[in-house]
Structure formats: structure tokens, C-alpha cells
């Protein structure tokens, strides 16, 4: 068997497109989506990471505001900076780029952006909302594997889904979305014991860990539908994901590349998430 492909750029571009239509319908009204991008410090992946998130900004009609600050920024001054945006009403969203220098607490940052205004949904009163169901921002990743689901049309009613990896933004909030949708969901981590054993048992699998292979043939069972949201690097230095692609395309039933799934389905999300965020503002 070969799996079929869930391809996020193809997905992406649909996705943009409605974008680009609501983000017009508003223009209409005199509003234009604004997000702001602030980046702390020279991070060379954050700063393609920023780049590339002000750019799909352009493309969909947003307006974007990328503030760029040297590493030795106190987290007083980014706190203000913080305040200010959540004052400014030509700015919907607002993003922080993580990580931070060590010498800024990242949690107090994100906890400074206004709920209303954080389309990351990396605040607790995002999470909270996802948490017991109640409208809120999503994050961007989690939501976007979501969309990839709901995109070929799979049923996640009563099916296992196993999510590997529980990070506060990507692993436990895919959960609380998989089983929103009522699927079983079993979380698996570092500490698992046999995680060939869970995986094996999975109508959905989730790998969200960082590690390359952490996903093979063997722990797949056959139609399966596998998410990859790693981003590895493999030994020629190429972008890859978390699941042995070649080896585990030969028994699942639908699969997601890396390059080309969940990493501009990531972007996508943020886009729709300030969209929303300058809607919900409009009234
Ligand atoms: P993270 O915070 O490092 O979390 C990794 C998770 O994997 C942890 O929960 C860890 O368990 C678990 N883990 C580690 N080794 C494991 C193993 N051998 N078996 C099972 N679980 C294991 O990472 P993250 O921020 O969630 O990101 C995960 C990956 O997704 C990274 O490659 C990241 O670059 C990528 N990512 C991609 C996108 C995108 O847009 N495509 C967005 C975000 C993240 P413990 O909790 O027990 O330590």
C-alpha cells in the first residue's frame, strides 16, 4: 500500500485564499487585519521564522509590523512594548517570537499579550478555553493538523488517535482538539514505555517529538493516518520530520510530507487566527 499524500502546501494556498477574501471583505469596512511580529535578540531560525510569517502577511492582505530588538532588551522594555500593542488598534495579533534570551521570562511575556490579541493561543487563557471547550485562539500548529484532517474528510468520531510528544504547543493541545472530535486519545512522551505498542493501536498518529525515526513502518498499522509536525535536519543537512517518510508511506493510508505538511499549515493558522482576531474586533 501506498499512502496518499496530505499535501499542506496545496492546503495552504485554499486556506490563504479565503483569507485574502475575508481580509478584503473587511478592508471594505475600513479595517485591515493587522498583525505585529516582535523578535528578541539574532536568532538565525527565528529570523527566518519572522521573515517568512511577515510575508504571508503581505500575500493574504494583512497588514504586519515586524519590531526587531537587540538581545539586550529588558523584559521591562518588551513588557511596554507588549502594552502598547495591546493598546494599538490597528494591531489584531500579536506574536512573540520564542524563544527569548535566557534573561527574559518568557511565560510573564506571553501572559502580557492580551487574550483578545493572542493568536499564537499560547496564553494560559487560550489554553484554558481550549481546555473546557469555549472560544479562543488555537494554536497555530494543533490547528492546523486539525485542518489537514478535516481536509481529506476523516471521521475522528471513535477512532484511537495517539499524539507523541506533550509540549504546551504542540502535543497537549492537539490532544484536547482530537478529542474535542471525540476520538480516544492516548499521549505518549519520553517517559512511555512501549510506544511501539500505543502507535500500533492508532487509527491517527500525531508525532510531535523533534527526533528523526521516531515513527517506522513497524510501529504503523496498515491505512493509519500519520501527522508528522517534526522538523529535523537529516545527515546531508536536509529539512525532515519526525517519521521514517519512506519507510512509513508503505503502510499508512494517508501520510503528511516534511517539507511541505504541517509547516506552512503553521503559518496558515497564524494568518486565520488574526483574521479572526480583527473580525471578533469589528464586531
Ligand atoms: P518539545 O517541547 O521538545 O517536546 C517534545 C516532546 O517529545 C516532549 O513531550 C518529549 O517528552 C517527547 N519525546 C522526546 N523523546 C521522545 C521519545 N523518544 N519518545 C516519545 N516522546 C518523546 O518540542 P515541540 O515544541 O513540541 O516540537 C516538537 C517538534 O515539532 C520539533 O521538531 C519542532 O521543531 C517541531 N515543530 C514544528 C512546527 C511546524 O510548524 N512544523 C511547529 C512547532 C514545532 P517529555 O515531555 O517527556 O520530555
Known amino acids: 500500500m501506498t499512502a496518499q499524500l496530505i499535501d499542506g502546501n496545496a492546503l495552504s494556498k485554499q486556506l490563504r485564499g ?5 481580509a478584503a471583505a473587511l478592508k471594505a469596512r475600513g479595517i485591515t487585519p493587522g498583525l505585529a511580529v516582535v523578535l528578541v535578540g539574532d536568532n538565525p531560525a527565528s529570523q527566518v521564522y519572522v521573515r517568512n510569517k511577515v510575508k504571508a502577511c503581505e500575500d493574504s492582505g494583512l497588514h504586519s509590523v515586524l519590531e526587531k530588538y537587540e538581545a539586550s532588551m529588558t523584559e521591562a522594555q518588551l513588557l511596554a512594548r507588549i502594552e502598547a500593542l495591546n493598546n494599538d488598534p490597528s494591531i489584531h495579533g500579536i506574536l ?4 527569548l534570551p535566557a534573561h527574559i521570562d518568557a511565560h510573564k511575556v506571553i501572559e502580557s499579550i492580551s487574550p483578545a490579541k493572542d493568536v499564537d493561543g499560547f496564553h494560559v487563557a487560550s489554553a484554558g478555553a481550549l481546555m473546557v471547550g469555549q472560544p479562543g485562539f488555537w494554536p497555530c500548529t494543533p490547528y492546523g493538523c486539525m485542518k489537514m484532517l478535516e481536509s481529506i474528510g476523516y471521521e475522528l468520531k471513535g477512532k484511537h488517535a495517539v499524539v507523541i510528544g506533550r509540549s504546551n504547543i ?3 493541545p492537539m490532544a484536547l482538539m482530537l478529542l474535542q472530535q471525540n476520538a480516544t486519545v492516548t499521549i505518549c512522551h519520553s517517559a512511555t514505555r512501549d510506544l511501539k505498542a500505543m502507535t500500533l493501536q492508532a487509527d491517527v498518529i500525531v508525532a510531535a517529538v523533534g527526533k528523526r525515526n521516531v ?3 513497524d510501529m504503523v498499522q496498515p491505512g493509519a493516518v500519520v501527522i508528522d509536525v517534526g522538523m529535523n535536519r537529516n545527515d546531508e543537512g536536509k529539512l525532515c520530520g519526525d517519521v521514517d517518510f519512506e519507510g512509513v508511506k508503505q503502510v499508512a493510508g494517508w501520510i503528511t510530507p516534511v517539507p511541505g505538511g504541517v509547516g506552512p499549515m503553521t503559518i496558515t493558522m497564524l494568518l486565520v487566527n488574526t483574521l479572526e482576531a480583527a473580525e471578533r474586533a469589528a464586531g
Open 96 to 99: 512573540v517570537q520564542l524563544p
Open 215 to 217: 515513527l517506522t513502518a
Open 18 to 22: 479565503d483569507v485574502a477574501k475575508r
Open 170 to 172: 504542540v502535543g497537549k
